[in-house]
């Protein structure tokens, strides 16, 4: 039973951009904490420990997006990039550089991120070079057409 648990998370962390999300998770949730502080000195600090909070949150969001929306992981990476460097400027230099570092680092994972295309049987591939052989002498004047798309579920088109 542990072993078939083992085997679920493997499959569930390997088709999305695990690390990218982890790491946008960590940095918002770095930015978000540090301007958090006892009552006494939130009133003192007035409206400027707002935008590390919200970026914070938004950052948290972006990443969790990215691990149950794996189709959007280019927008959720590029506004986490986007948001950690804006953090630098409006939020204790982005928790203390930590947070715009783990920001930075997790938005770059999450729009490099590109799911497995299935895998062509080998007997498929064995038949498939068989009829290229073929095709090649019966086409050398034409033009060959590019082979067909692999299908999977990534609308935007990974590469095998």
């Given at each position: 039973m542990l072993l078939n648990l083992l085997r679920r998370w493997r499959r569930w962390r390997h088709s999305r951009p695990f690390w990218g999300g982890l790491f946008a998770v960590l940095a918002g949730s770095?930015?978000?904490?540090?301007?958090?502080?006892?009552?006494?000195i939130m009133l003192q600090q007035g409206v400027a420990g707002i935008p590390s909070v919200l970026m914070g949150i938004v950052m948290i969001v972006l990443g969790l997006t990215?691990?149950?929306?794996?189709?959007?992981?280019s927008l959720a990476g590029v506004?986490?990039?986007l948001i950690a460097t804006a953090a630098l400027v409006l939020s204790n230099l982005g928790g203390f550089l930590i947070g715009t570092l783990l920001?930075?680092?997790?938005?770059?994972?999450?729009?490099?991120w590109q799911p497995?295309?299935?895998?062509?049987?080998?007997k498929a591939g064995d038949a498939g070079e068989a009829d290229k052989a073929d095709e090649a002498g019966k086409a050398e004047s034409?033009?060959?057409?590019?082979?067909?798309p692999t299908p999977h579920h990534d609308p935007q088109g990974a590469q095998p």
């Open positions: 770095w930015i978000c904490v540090l301007p958090l502080a006892p009552l006494k990215a691990w149950f929306s794996p189709p959007q992981r506004l986490t990039t920001g930075i680092l997790g938005g770059g994972l999450m729009f490099a497995h295309a299935a895998r062509r049987s080998a034409a033009v060959a057409a590019p082979p067909p």
